[in-house]
């Protein structure tokens, strides 16, 4: 899970990104929003992209519970 924390306005770059899954413009824009929460199993390819200026502030957690069968 994470919990963006800073505005898009502070920063430049530092989108989250997931192998093999398509956005559009409208869904990047809310990824950016201030109190914006993405929840995604952590099996899936995932990446932060480089802060190219300012600062990207977010919370990350983890949940272990117990395995898929």
């Known amino acids: 899970?994470?919990?963006q924390l800073s505005d898009d306005e502070e920063y430049e770059g530092g989108n989250l990104e997931f192998k093999n899954i398509l956005t559009n413009e409208?869904?990047?824009k809310a990824?950016?929003?201030k109190g914006w929460v993405c929840v995604f199993p952590s099996y899936l390819e995932h990446r932060?992209?480089?802060v190219?200026?300012?600062t990207r502030?977010?919370?990350v957690a983890w949940v272990e519970g117990p395995r898929w069968r």
């Open 1 to 3: 899970m994470t919990i």
């Open 48 to 50: 932060v992209t480089m």
């Open 52 to 54: 190219t200026k300012g």
């Open 26 to 28: 409208k869904q990047e």
């Open 57 to 59: 502030k977010s919370l």
């Open 31 to 33: 990824q950016r929003q």
